[in-house]
């Protein structure tokens, strides 16, 4: 069970995602409506992790965003999902940035539709995962064409799973291969992209991104 | 006959026949009343308001005397027609309230105010006094030449007549001569009269302010009307995105939820399958909806400004794009139009260029903002055919900003565009 704080401005869905992480069991420790009310709500309730919307009153601007990354920079271990409407590598960059992208997660926020999957991503995030949105690591991917031109098809295909946050396991379970061959072509993957060999799986991730980002 | 001037008039061989040479008399003349008018105004005011500005009643007359130029030149740009019948415009501004006091200061600070003022020093000092000895020196003459019998048999009994003091007829056939002669140099005294008026006219065209200065504000009024408008339809895209944002897309994610949550309770066929298409479709009208809104404006380019929105559109085009902008925030009608010129640049790249590399660059430098966008493909692009860059083209021109295409056959093409960091005309 997560105890979590939640900010959404939109009554309606609010109140979804409440009933929703209930359903599955967690609790959710404060559900407010702005940015400020959130830093107060984490303050006082000290959750495991946080779940926010980007654009919230009152500028309805990246408020969400900002919050998050503060609150972050407060509390470096404090995990953060941030939900947006948009897929913008602007804002998922800077939020990978905080903290080395320990325990951070964004996603568009159509993806708590698919309800098993957004709470298996918000249990990532709360144990120090990351997890970045397959829109949005599409557009990093395409974005960096350059040094991704030297991959096979089937390594371009690990590594974007890979930069969901996957393991080695769900990556071999999502391609139908074995683990071993997943790790055999993550290791190609690094040679071919000059990364050096770690074995943290968001180190891997990070390393990616951060090379992509560059 | 209308559509001529005097001076046109003037070189036709019919010029005698017409109403022309009246026309021109009566300019010059009717200068000679307006003019005595003005210059006594002139003298009265200025010194009964001097005598009376110790009494401060004295004031008012002294103000009245500065603004005299105003209704001179107005009865000025009316005469002109007499002759002339292009127009000589109004160049004083409407004021912006009703009101005297606003009036005045309107017309205080137009530096056409001042110039007619000059106009009806001169016109009472020296202009009528000129007019009046040309056209009366002339018509004197005529008269008294054409006079001469009348005289000789009125006045002296048939005796002598020093004409003009300076011919002496002492007979009826000489006095008649003499006659004979006044007549015939009326119609040819016509001729330097025409030109006298139409140096006259064209001294009051020089010298009255007219269009340019009323041209330019209405030229500026119209600026920032345009401006205004494309303002007007940024804020609409505006409020269209936010709506969308705030209620159908809010509304179609909790479906979707609730849909994802049915689901989980797995219920039997058909109703399972039905609940994952439901879901299916909801999740394929939220890409849709979400597409919609970055088409309409991205948030990113308020939030973020240019540079940002412009990668974001890097990411997504299908032809590789590199993006160099390193620009600060610039106003918002100014990132806005050069967004969706480079959007629009950036699509035709991908749908017709046939490049394989795209680059945008772009620098604000000075007082002005330049964003280049240059591909590596088959050139040939042209701003008239598609609507596209038309439309990109006209929203520069509202910021005063220009677009440059370069596409020869062949490649590449350099599309250029160009504007002013802040827009030149306000909206207010």
Redesign the interface.
Same mark, same amino acid.
């Given at each position: 069970m997560l105890r979590i704080v939640l900010a959404e401005d939109s009554v309606l869905l609010r109140e979804g995602l409440v009933g929703l992480l209930e359903r599955f069991g967690h609790q959710v420790a404060a559900a407010v409506g702005t940015a400020g009310e959130l830093t107060a709500a984490v303050a006082e309730h000290v959750p495991d992790v946080v779940v926010t919307d980007v654009r919230m009153p009152p500028g309805f601007s990246d408020e969400g965003l900002r919050a998050a990354v503060a609150l972050r920079e407060a509390r470096p271990r404090l995990p953060v999902l941030v939900l947006s409407q948009y897929v913008q590598r602007a804002y998922a960059e800077e939020l990978l940035d905080s903290c080395d992208g320990v325990g951070v997660g964004y996603l568009l926020k159509e993806r708590v539709g698919r309800v098993e999957e957004f709470v298996d991503a918000l249990r990532r995030v709360a144990e120090g995962g990351t997890v970045v949105d397959p829109e949005v690591v599409r557009q990093l991917l395409r974005h960096r064409r350059d040094p991704l031109e030297r991959l096979t098809a089937r390594e371009r295909e690990v590594l974007a799973l890979m930069a969901e946050g996957r393991s080695n396991a769900s990556v071999a379970q999502a391609l139908t291969v074995s683990e071993g061959t997943v790790s055999k072509h993550f290791g190609s993957i690094l040679t071919k992209l000059d990364l050096s060999l770690t074995d943290a799986t968001n180190r891997r991730v990070l390393a990616v991104l951060a090379y992509l980002r560059k | 006959m209308s559509s001529l001037t005097l001076r046109q008039a003037l070189v036709r061989r019919r010029y005698l026949l017409g109403a022309w040479p009246w026309r021109a008399a009566l300019y010059l003349l009717s200068s000679v009343p307006a003019g005595l008018v003005l210059l006594v105004s002139v003298v009265l005011l200025a010194a009964t308001g001097a005598a009376l500005t110790p009494v401060l009643v004295g004031l008012p007359l002294l103000l009245t005397l500065v603004l005299i130029g105003i209704p001179v030149a107005a009865v000025e740009r009316r005469r002109l027609r007499l002759i002339d019948p292009v127009r000589l415009g109004d160049p004083h501004r409407a004021p912006e309230r009703p009101g005297l006091a606003v009036w005045l200061r309107t017309r205080l600070r137009e530096p056409a105010t001042w110039r007619e003022l000059g106009y009806a020093v001169l016109f009472a000092g020296v202009l009528w006094p000129l007019e009046a000895l040309l056209a009366g020196g002339v018509l004197a003459v005529c008269g008294a030449l054409s006079a001469t019998p009348v005289v000789m048999a009125a006045v002296t009994g048939g005796g002598e007549v020093r004409v003009l003091k300076l011919y002496l007829a002492d007979s009826y056939p000489q006095a008649f001569a003499v006659a004979l002669l006044g007549v015939a140099l009326l119609p040819l005294s016509a001729y330097p009269l025409g030109w006298a008026a139409v140096g006259r006219a064209a001294l009051t065209r020089v010298l009255l302010p007219s269009e340019p200065g009323g041209l330019d504000a209405r030229i500026q009024e119209l600026g920032r009307s345009r401006m205004r408008l494309v303002d007007a339809f940024e804020a609409e895209r505006r409020r269209i995105e936010?709506d969308l *944002?705030?209620g159908a +897309? +809010? @509304?179609?994610? $909790?479906l979707?939820?609730?849909?994802?949550?049915a689901?989980?309770e797995s219920p039997a066929e058909p109703l399972g399958g039905l609940l994952a298409r439901a *879901?299916d479709e !909801?999740?394929a009208a939220?890409?849709e909806i979400?597409e919609l809104?970055?088409g309409i404006h991205?948030?990113?380019l308020?939030? @973020?400004g240019l540079a !940002?929105a412009v990668?974001?559109v $890097?990411?997504?085009s299908a032809v590789?794009v590199d993006v160099d902008l390193p620009l600060p925030r610039l106003p918002q009608p100014v990132e806005s139009a050069v967004y969706f010129a480079v959007c629009e640049a950036l699509a035709n790249v991908a749908r017709h260029s046939g490049a394989s590399r795209a680059r945008v660059t772009g620098r604000a430098d000075g007082g002005r903002l330049t964003v280049e966008v240059r591909d590596d493909g088959n050139g040939g692009a042209a701003t008239s055919g598609g609507t596209g860059l038309q439309g990109v083209a006209d929203r520069l021109s509202v910021l005063d900003g220009s677009l440059l295409l370069s596409s020869p056959p062949g490649g590449p093409t350099v599309l250029r565009l160009d504007v002013p960091r802040v827009p030149a005309h306000p909206a207010e």
């Open positions: - | 936010r *944002h705030d +897309q +809010q @509304r179609l994610v $909790a979707s939820m609730t849909l994802g949550l689901r989980l *879901h !909801a999740g939220l890409v979400r809104i970055r991205p948030r990113v308020t939030d @973020r !940002a990668e974001d $890097a990411d997504r590789p």
